[in-house]
T-cell receptor, first 114, second 115 residues
Framework: AQSVTQLGSHVSVSEGALVLLRCNYSSSVPPYLFWYVQYPNQGLQLLLKYTTGATLVKGINGFEAEFKKSETSFHLTKPSAHMSDAAEYFCAVSTDTGGFKTIFGAGTRLFVKA | GAGVSQSPRYKVTKRGQDVALRCDPISGHVSLYWYRQALGQGPEFLTYFNYEAQQDKSGLPNDRFSAERPEGSISTLTIQRTEQRDSAMYRC?????????????FGPGTRLTVL
């Protein structure tokens, strides 16, 4: 069965600092991995995804994530945080057993300090 | 174009009442998903449809929960005899294609409170 663990329910960074949000997954098949962002009172929005091929994936708003099979990780990074990055971030894995449902992590809330 | 819409945005009901939550996906999207999201948690899969066919309902907590998408567009999630533990944000998402890699577009959710 697939599962996702996000380390740290809250992360706080200063504006301009590196953002690192951690995600580890468990999957019995090659995983398809996603990062979604949720702004207050809005639905989730896709940041980036990994399916196959290049393990470093670039997304919107300057975010990127690297798939590391040996570490079963898919951490999200951004070199320089902006105030507008403050939101909740969800890592997710897509299954292929019995359908295509998506399993989400518990989320990490990112705070950006001026 | 319009995104995924859900109605009502907020629903307060008394224990024992039935509720129907509506999802209007992006036009032309084949797949539609229902999730439940508790405070401080990620979305929890409930069920999903390809066109009008319900493909997987393994996430529905019990037989009080049901969903339909009769014409392959609008979907309704119905909760019968609501209980306080049903209180949560219910989210709908749609995707253009069937498959593991497709992006899901989420609606704003319906906040259900059962008193």
């Amino acid at each position: 069965a697939q599962s996702v663990t996000q380390l740290g329910s809250h992360v706080s960074v200063s504006e301009g600092a590196l953002v690192l949000l951690r995600c580890n997954y468990s999957s019995s098949v090659p995983p398809y991995l996603f990062w979604y962002v949720q702004y207050p009172n809005q639905g989730l929005q896709l940041l980036l995804k990994y399916t196959t091929g290049a393990t470093l994936v670039k997304g919107i708003n300057g975010f990127e994530a690297e798939f590391k099979k040996s570490e079963t990780s898919f951490h999200l990074t951004k070199p320089s945080a902006h105030m507008s990055d403050a939101a909740e971030y969800f890592c997710a894995v897509s299954t292929d057993t019995g359908g295509f449902k998506t399993i989400f992590g518990a989320g990490t809330r990112l705070f950006v300090k001026a | 174009g319009a995104g995924v819409s859900q109605s009502p945005r907020y629903k307060v009901t008394k224990r024992g009442q039935d509720v129907a939550l509506r999802c209007d996906p992006i036009s032309g999207h084949v797949s539609l998903y229902w999730y439940r999201q508790a405070l401080g948690q990620g979305p929890e899969f409930l069920t999903y449809f390809n066109y009008e066919a319900q493909q997987d309902k393994s996430g529905l907590p019990n037989d009080r929960f049901s969903a339909e998408r009769p014409e392959g567009s609008i979907s309704t999630l119905t909760i019968q005899r609501t209980e306080q533990r049903d209180s949560a944000m219910y989210r709908c998402a749609s995707s253009l294609e069937v498959g593991r890699a497709t992006e899901q577009f989420f609606g704003p959710g319906t906040r259900l409170t059962v008193l």
